[in-house]
């Protein structure tokens, strides 16, 4: 069972636009979820990270909307650049074990 | 700061064959995980530590994996006898948890494993 669902699979943006990618959780006792970047060859490497009593967080170009209610959280990379292309995983985790990732959104984008 | 290390980087073996997986987490970090991601795939948490104390294996196939960290700091990952399906990178990670529960994870580079 996918505990963290994440669409789309792919996504091809022009430089400069936003990018936006969706995750959806079941297990409400959940209490954080981050993001997660990844070149090839590399280890995911943190992004940014919400706790559900926040609706929104934003560091640079990069904000996560959180919908408690909805049970759905997304990362909306603004003015996006060629640099940005890589593989994005949402994940969620609860106390004290746990970490569950999305299947990853691969971002390309172009010049 | 050093990051996590990982050792081999690839590994190249024949099923029913055994191999090992080493990582050596950041200083000072009393939690590693260990992941396994498939090509295509997001990274899926075979066990995580707690210093040398297992916190979560629920996912490890215990058949045939196990791992350890003994004096709570480097940690091995074996597998004995691989599978075709073991084919993947093995993740290295850790963590220091901090008051109000901050999981920063610091991923290691991984160990690429083909089992043919």
């Known amino acids: 069972q996918q505990q963290v669902k994440q669409s789309p699979q792919s996504l091809i943006v022009q430089k400069g636009g936003i990018s936006i990618i969706n995750c959806a959780y079941e297990n409400t006792a959940f209490d954080y979820f981050p993001w997660y970047q990844q070149f090839p060859g590399k280890g995911p490497a943190l992004l940014i990270a919400i706790r559900p009593d926040v609706s929104e967080k934003k560091e640079g170009r990069f904000t996560i909307s959180f919908n408690k209610s909805a049970k759905q959280f997304s990362l909306h990379i603004m003015d996006s650049q060629p640099g940005d292309s890589a593989t994005y995983f949402c994940a969620a985790s609860r106390d004290p074990s746990g970490f569950y990732f999305g299947t990853g959104t691969s971002l390309t984008v172009i010049p | 700061e050093a990051g996590v290390a990982q050792s081999p980087r690839y590994k190249i073996i024949e099923k029913r064959q055994s191999v090992a997986f080493w990582c050596n987490p950041i200083s000072g970090h009393a939690t590693l995980y260990w992941y396994q991601q498939i090509l295509g795939q997001g990274p899926k948490l075979l066990i995580q530590?707690?210093?040398?104390?297992?916190?979560?294996d629920s996912q490890l196939p215990k058949d045939r994996f196990s791992a350890e960290r003994l004096k709570g700091v480097d940690s091995t990952l074996k597998i004995q006898p691989a599978k075709l399906e073991d084919s993947a990178v093995y993740l290295c990670?850790?963590?220091?948890?901090?008051?109000?529960?901050?999981?920063?994870?610091?991923f290691g580079p991984g160990t690429r494993l083909t089992v043919t």
């Open positions: 990670a850790s963590s220091s948890i901090r008051w109000g529960g901050h999981y920063e994870q610091y």
């Open positions: 530590f707690q210093n040398n104390g297992v916190v979560d």
